[in-house]
């Protein structure tokens, strides 16, 4: 069996966090997104190889990575795209993949930026029982929210309808970027293309498959996030965290107030500030401050800043409100 891990977007809803680093990178508590992932894949003997499908801009940055990772299996394969406008699309990308490094065996695909409660492998003796197209989906327990997604309406455990992004959902479970195909359904993929269908989003060609094969979804309780928000970001991190703090030994704290679910990063300075629910990254400065809900790169200088909800980009200096 194959797998891969879908790396290649741009994140600019995160910018300018995620302008010069893959998303898949940031970090919840001591590992990141995808590295969660690979460690999961690289345990479970059915999966050989482990394509890892980036664009050219995060090539270099997805091959430094694994150089200093401990995983044997991911390898690059990388679409020719370097813009978020030159995209061919997540199912176009597929496609190419699945050529360009001749698969020819049952496939799992997920996203990189899915921290997901579920184990894996579970999934995987799933789909091998079914042994047919297979998605995970989850209750998001929102109506909103659910527009945002592809839609699952099941009969059992088959898929007998799916809609993508929907403007008035009738339930609230969706896919969650995470499928298992048989090494027959992979052809259908270039089938589904030539008929002109929609090449970006895999909800779309679910919502063409399973009208021509049985298509299962596994569904799970307990948490999913989808690294694509500063907000879902650091929902994730308050997950793990689960109300506690990481704090560097490196970092200097003097008179700091440490909130909930606080990661504090190495060579950090806090000084006389107060911290909640935020992220900060290695030497990163911030003195006189209230920060709440805010993601602050690394080597800022802040001073004397009352933050909520806030995105920092690296190597800036805000002193008193004014850069």
């Known amino acids: ?9 741009y994140a600019t809803r995160m910018w300018p966090i995620t302008k010069h680093r893959p998303k898949m990178f940031l ?5 990141t997104v995808i590295d969660r992932i690979f460690a999961e894949l690289e345990a ?16 270099a940055d997805f091959e430094a990575h694994l150089d200093d990772s401990e995983f044997d299996k991911p390898q690059l394969s990388i679409e020719d795209t370097t813009e978020e406008d030159d995209k061919f699309g997540v199912v176009g990308a597929l496609a190419q993949l699945i050529n ?9 695909i997920i996203a990189g930026d899915n921290l997901i409660s579920f184990d894996i492998d579970d999934f995987l003796d799933y789909f091998q029982e079914q042994d047919a197209p297979t998605l995970a989906a989850y209750d998001v327990g929102s109506r ?5 997604y592809g839609l699952v309406e099941l009969e059992g455990d ?6 993508e992004k929907p403007d008035d959902p009738r339930s609230t479970l969706v896919s969650i970027a995470c499928y298992a195909f048989p090494r027959d359904s992979l052809s259908l993929l270039s089938t589904y293309l030539e008929e002109g269908n929609n090449p970006d989003e895999p909800g779309w060609f ?3 498959l399973q009208n021509r094969e049985s298509t299962y979804a596994y569904t799970f309780e307990g948490a999913w996030f989808d690294i694509g928000t500063p907000e879902s970001y650091l929902d994730a991190v308050s997950w793990h965290l689960d109300g506690e703090s990481l704090i560097a030994d490196s970092a200097a704290l003097e008179n700091v107030t440490i909130g909930d679910n606080v990661h504090v990063m190495g060579d950090v300075t806090l000084e006389g500030t107060t911290v909640d629910h935020a992220v900060i990254f290695p030497s990163a400065t911030v003195q ?3 920060i709440r809900r805010s993601i602050i790169d690394e080597g800022t200088y802040l001073e004397d800043l009352d933050l909520a909800g806030a995105l920092i980009g690296a190597h800036t200096t805000i002193t008193n409100g004014s850069p």
């Open 144 to 148: 909103e929210k659910a527009k945002s």
């Open 288 to 290: 006189n401050g209230d």
């Open 158 to 163: 088959r898929v007998v309808d799916f809609q």
């Open 100 to 108: 360009r490094e001749n698969v020819d065996d049952d496939l799992l």
């Open 1 to 9: 069996m194959k797998a891969v891990v879908l790396a290649g977007g």
């Open 27 to 31: 970090p919840i508590g001591d590992s």
């Open 44 to 59: 479970d003997e059915r999966i050989d190889e482990v394509f890892v499908s980036t664009n050219e801009r995060f090539a």
């Open 206 to 208: 679910v919502q063409w």
